[in-house]
């Protein structure tokens, strides 16, 4: 109960209502908030929060080192969001290159820190658990509502329609908000939950389940997002994709290729990334 929690990218759409969150959990002792414009203020601005958690803003990258030190665990959420039309690869080489020299920080400051790095997706609904597999970006994104807990059983072309909406479901966002946003407020949400059930792991709470996008073993693609057990070091135990039904079967056969691409896409960019 005593966590120091970095965020980077503290200002912007997503890492507001995330660091508000976080102000507002007895797991996090010290919040530390940063980016490259206005942290000074919503620094002030959530310090007068009545709950434990101390809060500083560090604003550009020489205040980067001194904001990384001793932290425990690190989100990122940085980045530029989607407008319509765009799409998650168009975003690419700047997001990308704003998480290479952010990350690079992280391992020269606080390399014992656990790094968790905001995508999509990461929701589940309140009494709803559905794992969610694969990657982050249109059919790539694979729900398993096979291993819905409560059990629920659709007609093929209901399950089709709900599959389609869970995979667009970011698209949708950006396309509501016509051209102010994308999913930020959601994205906190689930970013939140994810770093409380990271840090009750560490703090030696059993059976911590979260998916995450991680190196894997489980499929040809050598990184998949799968249910994960979370412990003191991290991951424990990555727990598998699990019997699923012949429709997620063909979901996950068709998402290898664009999956493969992606990756390979990105292990170039942090080859070359100097």
């Known amino acids: 109960n005593n966590a120091k929690v970095a965020v980077l990218g503290a200002s912007g759409g ?57 932290c425990d665990v690190v989100v990122i959420p940085a980045g530029v969001p989607r407008k319509p039309g765009m799409t998650r690869d168009d975003l690419f080489n700047t997001n990308a290159s704003i998480v290479a020299t952010l990350t690079s920080a992280c391992a020269k400051h606080c390399p014992e820190a656990m790094i968790c790095i905001i995508s999509n997706p990461g929701l589940d609904p309140a009494r709803v658990s559905v794992p969610v597999i694969g ?32 995979q667009e479901a970011g698209t949708e ?8 946003g994308s999913a930020t407020l959601s994205m906190a949400y689930a970013g939140a939950r994810f770093v409380f059930s990271l840090v009750d792991a560490m703090n030696g709470k059993e059976g911590v389940i979260e998916c ?7 499929t040809e693609s050598p990184y998949f997002s799968t249910p994960l057990l979370l412990g003191k070091n991290g991951i424990e135990k990555n727990l598998g994709i ?21 990756i390979k896409k990105g292990e170039e960019f942090a080859k070359n990334f100097k």
Do not use: W
Not at 142 to 151: E, F, H, R, V, Y
């Open 173 to 180: 966002v950006v396309k509501a908000k016509a051209g102010a």
């Open 242 to 262: 699990g019997k699923i039904s012949p429709f997620e079967e063909k979901m996950v056969a068709e998402a290898m290729s664009e999956l493969k691409a992606s």
């Open 212 to 218: 995450a996008f991680v190196k894997s073993e489980e």
């Open 135 to 166: 990657g982050h970006a249109g059919k790539t994104i694979i729900p398993l509502i096979s291993q819905c807990t409560p059990k629920v059983d659709f007609p093929q072309d209901q399950l089709e329609k709900l599959t389609g909406r869970i």
């Open 14 to 70: 997503i890492g507001q209502p995330l660091s508000l969150l976080l102000k507002n959990s007895p797991l996090v002792s010290r919040l530390s908030l940063y980016d490259i414009a206005h942290t000074p203020g919503v620094a002030a601005d959530l310090s007068h929060i009545e709950t434990r958690a101390s809060v500083k803003g560090f604003l550009g990258p020489e205040q980067l080192p001194e904001c990384l030190k001793g």
